[in-house]
């Protein structure tokens, strides 16, 4: 009968037993020698070329932070990497301007 309903501790479509013990509770526990999950996290090997600017360089190697996350992890980096460069630009607006030169008093 293809109406049957799965047997109770099972979800529809499985085999029980087919899915191996994870006490995690993260889910199925990958078979030994398995292919890599294609949709687990992977680095972008995206190149960060250094500004020369220490606090500005810090916040973008920050960035790599996020190619071992999953995509939902993605925006908390960001968004702290958002927020410290915006730190590092407004303390740039806050640093002192040189004192102005005096103008030349040229009497002959």
């Known amino acids: 009968m293809s109406d049957s309903m799965p047997e109770p501790g ?3 479509g499985t085999v029980p037993g087919s899915e191996a013990a994870d006490p995690s509770g993260e889910g199925p526990a990958p078979a030994a020698g398995a292919a890599p999950d294609p949709a687990a996290p992977a680095p ?3 190149a960060r070329t250094p500004t020369g600017d220490a606090g500005v360089d810090a916040e973008l190697e920050r960035l790599a932070d996020a190619d071992h996350l999953p995509a ?3 925006i908390e980096v960001y968004e702290d990497v ?3 460069l915006r ?3 407004t303390a740039l607006d806050a640093r002192p301007a040189p004192a102005p030169v005096p103008p030349h008093n040229n009497r002959s």
């Open 44 to 46: 972008l090997g995206v």
């Open 87 to 89: 730190e590092t630009l």
């Open 82 to 84: 958002h927020r410290g």
């Open 72 to 74: 939902d992890g993605h």
């Open 10 to 12: 099972t979800a529809a």
